[in-house]
Structure formats: structure tokens, C-alpha cells
């Protein structure tokens, strides 16, 4: 927790002790670490570095397309490809148990996304660049699990936010009828907004005066980062309220801002997240990540540029900016985004979607790496999903017994 708000850190520890699985989500650096003790393959590509079921998802596309694909890069770094497959695999047997499935059933889920993996590289290794590109997996609207995310998805607006995080402004309810004056990002925020953010600490907290100011002006840098066509469209929403929001299990304690901003009236609401970005946790054990240029020393960058090249469409708002000399990735707040149901994910629905997870994360390293190494590297027997499917169960394994050293250290902390 160094460097992080102090104040968040037993909220972390809370949501890493409800469940193994939640523990893996908060224990990347602990991963990288012991992937650093043994050999890899030295083929890189870029890592989404924290590949599990739920890091998969559906959000809004730059042409208004709901899309499925890899949607939390914090932690992307150009490294050995096995690491995310290996944590994928992983994270398919941890979320299987805990809804329910058997062991047989985790580890076919297992097996079968790397075979999914295996065969989809072979198929990329064949096409030509473009079209490996442009790849889109046609299948999704097929897959039951995947269907319903999307579902959710769709029916997630931007005024069912506004109606979540927001409420009337109690000090001057006659202002909501009033309309936003026509303020630019460096005018500040107004002084008396119709609607303002819900204070509901620690997960969501209000932020006003000299910081939200503050946090708002960092807007300016931010547009620097969006090409010219995306600077104009940004630039017709003006800046009504700054919250601060907790956010995922291991971004805890990292600073998180929401900007509430509004268009054209007050029905066309935009939420902008500012996300605090500190080094990858396998940066450490990267040489080259030591040694990179401009992408390494701005953090906000880093997770930029990996999304961008792992991605096949990625959200039309999404940049950088710098605050009080932290890094910041800027991007939009829950447009049209949902992920997976750990419930979903039992016995025949663990296996379906272990399937498209072997796609999206294949195409993701196909675009990012080169697909004929990686193809070459996976042959075409069945020896890869065997040794990777062996480490998967042993490692979930291993995360169990460190999540029970985790709850019982716990316990003793909070003994009378």
C-alpha cells in the first residue's frame, strides 16, 4: 500500500479475504513475483498483466458498437506471453470453484482455453496483418454467458449512471431547472450545480473547492492526448462536479476521480474517470521495462498504449493526464459496460466462456506481438495446454493456502 491513501487500505484487505478468487484479483505484484523465480519463454507481446474472467467485458465502442473484449490494462507491460495466458488459466479455475464446479470441470475449462488460444494463434499466423487487425469474433451473440453480459450492457445508459451516482442539489433545487452555464474546462466548475454527487464514503466522496479545481484543470492536459476530432466532441461538455470513487479490488488506495460533465442539457450526461496509474507490477522483473522510452515514464501512457494495441476498438475518451505530479489514464465511467457473473460460470458455462476467452485473449497478442512466433512456439500437439492446464490447478491451489494465511493474519490483527 506505499504510496496509496492510507485511509483505503483495510477496504482492500476486506474485499482480497471474501474469497480466493477475490484475493487473486488484488495479488498481481505477488504473481509477477513468482513468475520472476522461474524460466520464460522470452517471446513478448504485450500483457494485459492482469488477464482473469472478470478483466473480460462488454463496453461502447468509438462508433457507438457494444463490444466484448479485454477491458482493464492497468497493469499492461510488453512481456513473456505465457504470463497472462498462465493467469487466465488460473483465474478460470479459481472462478469455477467458487461457483460451484468441480475440479474436472475447472480443469477442462482450463484445457479448453488453451486450446482455444493455441488453435485461434495458428489461425492469425496464416492471415494477412490487416485482417488480423481487424478480427472480429462473430460468435459472442452464440455464447449464453456472453449474451446476457451483453444484455446488461445494453441496458446500462449514461442517465442510469447520472440517476446511481448523482442526486439534486438540496442547497438549490430550483437550479435544476435551470440549464448549466456554458462553462470550458479552465473556467472551473460552477458554484451552484443542479445535481451534484451522492456522498457515500469511502466509495464514493465528494470532492469540492480548491481540489476539485484542481482535478478539473488536469482536463486541459488530458486533451492533448486525444487526436483533433476527439478534442472537439470533448470539448462541448462543460465540468458540473468531481467525486472521488474506489474502484476494483487491487486499484484500492491508487486516487480516482469522477468528473460529472453534461453536453448538450442536461440529459446528455458524461462521466470522465481519472485513474491514478503507478508502474506495472512486472516492471521490476522486466529489463527492458527498466530501460523503455516515453511510454515507461508516464504511467497514464503506459496503459494507453497497451490498450490501444490489444484492443480492437477502445473507448473514443480514453488518454492521459498528470495531477500534483502523479500519473492519471483518462477515460469514460461505465458507458455501457458490464463483465461476467461468477454465478454464470458453472459446468457448461464455465467452458463456453473459457472458449472466448481463448479468443479475446489470442487476438489481443496476435495484434500486439508477432502470432507466427507465438504459433510456432505452441505447435500443434496438446503438450502446451497440459503443462499450462498442470500449473493452473497447482497455482490456484497455492492461492488458496496464501488466502487462508491472508484471513487468518487478519483475524489476529483485529484479536481483542
Not at 507491460?77 to 470453484?97: C, N
Not at 486533451?223 to 487491487?250: C, I
Request: charged share 25%; hydrophobic share 40%; proline share 5%.
Amino acid at each position: 500500500m506505499h504510496g496509496r491513501v492510507p485511509a483505503l487500505a483495510a477496504l482492500k484487505y476486506e474485499r482480497m479475504v471474501a474469497s480466493p478468487f477475490g484475493y487473486f484479483r488484488g495479488a498481481v505484484p505477488v504473481m509477477a513475483y513468482d513468475f520472476s523465480l522461474a524460466a520464460n519463454t522470452g517471446i513478448l507481446t504485450q500483457l494485459c498483466g492482469d488477464a482473469h474472467v472478470r478483466n473480460l467485458g462488454a463496453y461502447a465502442g468509438s462508433d457507438g458498437r457494444l463490444l466484448f473484449d479485454i477491458n482493464d490494462f492497468d497493469e499492461t507491460i510488453a512481456g513473456p506471453f505465457e504470463w497472462d495466458v498462465k493467469r487466465m488459466a488460473t483465474s478460470l479455475v479459481l472462478a469455477g470453484r467458487e461457483a460451484g464446479a468441480s475440479d474436472g470441470n475447472c480443469r477442462e475449462a482450463a484445457e479448453v482455453f488453451l486450446d482455444r488460444y493455441r488453435r485461434a494463434m495458428a489461425s492469425f499466423a496464416r492471415m494477412p496483418v490487416l485482417e488480423v487487425a481487424r478480427f472480429q469474433v462473430h460468435r459472442l451473440r452464440s455464447v449464453p454467458t456472453v449474451e446476457r453480459i451483453l444484455e446488461v450492457a445494453q441496458r446500462a445508459a449514461a442517465t442510469d449512471t447520472l440517476k446511481a451516482l448523482t442526486q439534486v442539489n438540496g442547497r438549490h433545487k430550483k437550479s435544476a431547472k435551470r440549464p448549466i452555464p456554458e462553462q470550458k474546462i479552465k473556467s472551473g466548475l460552477p458554484t451552484q450545480p443542479p445535481r451534484i454527487f451522492k456522498n457515500t464514503p469511502p466509495l464514493l466522496k465528494r470532492v469540492t473547492g480548491a481540489e476539485a479545481e484542481r482535478i478539473v484543470a488536469s482536463l486541459g492536459k488530458y486533451v492533448e492526448s486525444l487526436s483533433s476530432e476527439r478534442q472537439k466532441f470533448f470539448l462541448e461538455y462543460r465540468p458540473v462536479d468531481v467525486a472521488f470513487k474506489v474502484v476494483g479490488t487491487g486499484s484500492i488506495g491508487l486516487r480516482d476521480y469522477c468528473v460529472y460533465m453534461v453536453g448538450n442539457g442536461p440529459k446528455d450526461p458524461l462521466f470522465i474517470q481519472i485513474k491514478e496509474e503507478v508502474a506495472s507490477a512486472y516492471a521490476p522483473y522486466l529489463r527492458h521495462a527498466r530501460s523503455d522510452g516515453d511510454q515507461h515514464n508516464h504511467q497514464g501512457r503506459r496503459v494507453v498504449e497497451g490498450e490501444r494495441l490489444m484492443q480492437l476498438q477502445s473507448d473514443p475518451f480514453l488518454g492521459w493526464t498528470t495531477l500534483e505530479g502523479r500519473d492519471y489514464l483518462v477515460r469514460q465511467l461505465n458507458d455501457h459496460k458490464a463483465s461476467v457473473k461468477l454465478d454464470d460460470l458453472k459446468q457448461a458455462g464455465l467452458v463456453e466462456y473459457a472458449r472466448v476467452c481463448g479468443d479475446l485473449l489470442a487476438r489481443g497478442h496476435a495484434r500486439a506481438g508477432d502470432c507466427s512466433m507465438l504459433s510456432g512456439y505452441l505447435g500443434v500437439s496438446g503438450r502446451f495446454e497440459a503443462a499450462v492446464a498442470n500449473f493452473a490447478m497447482a497455482y490456484a491451489d497455492q492461492t488458496e493456502r496464501d488466502w487462508h494465511q491472508l484471513v487468518k493474519s487478519r483475524k489476529r490483527s483485529h484479536a481483542p
